[in-house]
T-cell receptor, first 110, second 115 residues
Framework: QKEVEQNSGPLSVPEGAIASLNCTYS??????FFWYRQYSGKSPELIMS????GDKEDGRFTAQLNKASQYVSLLIRDSQPSDSATYLC??????????FGAGTTVTVRA | NAGVTQTPKFQVLKTGQSMTLQCAQD?????MYWYRQDPGMGLRLIYY???????DKGEVPNGYNVSRLNKREFSLRLESAAPSQTSVYFC??????????????FGDGTRLSIL
């Protein structure tokens, strides 16, 4: 079993819709969770971090964490063409390392 | 404010050649990392340095060596390049254990092709 698994995608949504991305992780002791966005040919950039159960909102992005079920999700509201990218879920099983999922590619249709 | 700087940005090698990828950060971070990214594989950790003076293997260390030259610089060396090492290499840094839970910040990457 991979340490971090994401829904495989690709995910295509119309402009203005909600894009929903899911991620599950295997190491129950993980305490820190991150979502990175990566445009084609670019490096990953941090868009959200979440540490406690529940929801965390930042603009059009909402991260949701459920440690009991070992999943973390990302909602993108009012999706824009500029949101078209690959989204990487990252989980910190300890203070030294991050484990990344393979990523979900999102395409927003104008 | 440069953040994490990687050199070179692109490189083409022949099988068997050696090369060193350079990484430097100006954020006074303690921990530094080297990843490779292949299509459909996500980011895989090659080596990391939790603090100056220490290095540890990650998920895919075979064929690579690293040097933590000082707090700012962390280099990755391919001693005898193989076509399987064709990939995009990312260096990253984070504050370290003094500030637990902090995310990693990435450089722009080095696109390496081995013929």
């Amino acid at each position: 079993q991979k340490e971090v698994e994401q829904n495989s995608g690709p995910l295509s949504v119309p402009e203005g819709a909600i894009a929903s991305l899911n991620c599950t992780y295997s190491d129950r002791v993980s305490q820190s969770f991150f979502w990175y966005r990566q445009y084609s040919g670019k490096s990953p950039e941090l868009i959200m971090s979440i540490y406690s159960n529940g929801d965390k909102e930042d603009g059009r992005f909402t991260a949701q964490l459920n440690k009991a079920s070992q999943y973390v999700s990302l909602l993108i509201r009012d999706s824009q063409p500029s949101d078209s990218a690959t989204y990487l879920c990252a989980v910190a099983p300890n203070d030294y390392k991050l484990s990344f999922g393979a990523g979900t590619t999102v395409t927003v249709r104008a | 404010n440069a953040g994490v700087t990687q050199t070179p940005k692109f490189q083409v090698l022949k099988t068997g050649q050696s090369m060193t990828l350079q990484c430097a950060q100006d954020m006074n971070h303690n921990s530094m990392y080297w990843y490779r990214q292949d299509p459909g594989m996500g980011l895989r950790l090659i080596y990391y340095s939790a603090s100056e003076g220490t290095t540890d293997k990650g998920e895919v260390p075979n064929g690579y060596n690293v040097s933590r030259l000082n707090k700012r610089e962390f280099s990755l060396r391919l001693e005898s390049a193989a076509p399987s090492q064709t990939s995009v290499y990312f260096c990253a840094s984070r504050p370290g254990t003094a500030r637990p839970g902090q995310p990693q910040h990435f450089g722009d990457g080095t696109r390496l092709s081995i013929l």
